[in-house]
Nanobody
Framework: QVQLVESGGGLVQTGGSLRLSCAAS????????MGWFRRAPGKEREFVTR????????LYGDFVKGRFTISRDGAKNLVYLQMDSLKPEDTAVYYC??????????????????WGQGTQVTIFS
């Protein structure tokens, strides 16, 4: 059974940084794209970033503007989200997700088959 477990969320002041991690287990993931989405209070789930199965392609939501970096450790089935220059509007629950490599649409959450439970990120001014 595939499981995704996020960690690294927390409470950070504006301008600070956080590094989120997502550990995947219960399957073989070298052919899967890994992504991050977020859901802010009262809003729809929003695409943050995606890294493709071999790490050669990274895509980001428009709001990221160079502040976030996604990476993956294929040998350890881990994906990371380094978030810098955080703003109060980044406050949300952050979810990692998997989809088959090249399948679906990278920024559409309906393309992702597996999801973690989420980790809360709160940015205060």
């Amino acid at each position: 059974q595939v499981q995704l477990v996020e960690s690294g969320g927390g409470l950070v002041q504006t301008g600070g940084s956080l590094r989120l991690s997502c550990a995947a287990s219960g399957g073989t993931f070298e052919r899967y794209d890994m992504g991050w989405f977020r859901r802010a209070p009262g809003k729809e789930r929003e695409f943050v970033t995606r890294i493709n199965w071999d790490g050669t392609s990274r895509l980001y939501g428009d709001f990221v503007k160079g502040r976030f970096t996604i990476s993956r450790d294929g040998a350890k089935n881990l994906v990371y989200l380094q978030m810098d220059s955080l703003k109060p509007e980044d406050t949300a629950v952050y979810y990692c997700a998997l989809k088959p490599g090249g399948a679906g649409t990278y920024n559409d959450d309906r393309s992702y088959n597996y999801w973690g439970q989420g980790t809360q990120v709160t940015i205060f001014s």
